[in-house]
């Protein structure tokens, strides 16, 4: 499989690289979750923190780090 743990590493930061690339070439938005908090990603690189009400209404928040 893979020699090392780097070796692993460095195969996700490239497919993470180009999962990146494709979405803001098509303008898209990307999503995860950093730092127990739910992130989307615009195509511009702007960051807004997603959060649910008790109702399930979703809001955004521009997100700081």
Same mark, same amino acid.
Do not use: W
């Given at each position: 499989?893979?020699? +090392?743990?780097?070796?692993?590493? %460095?195969?996700?930061?490239?497919?993470?690289?180009?999962?990146?690339?494709?979405?803001?070439? @098509? *303008?898209? @938005?990307?999503?995860?979750?950093?730092?127990?908090?739910?992130?989307? %990603?615009?195509?511009? *690189? +702007?960051?807004?923190?997603?959060?649910?009400?008790?109702? *399930?209404?979703?809001? %955004?928040?521009?997100?700081?780090?």
């Amino acid at each position: 499989m893979f020699e +090392n743990r780097e070796q692993l590493q %460095e195969i996700l930061k490239k497919a993470n690289q180009h999962a990146r690339k494709q979405a803001k070439e @098509s *303008g898209a @938005s990307i999503y995860y979750i950093k730092n127990n908090k739910r992130v989307r %990603e615009d195509a511009e *690189g +702007n960051k807004f923190e997603i959060i649910f009400d008790a109702t *399930g209404k979703r809001r %955004e928040f521009e997100y700081h780090e």
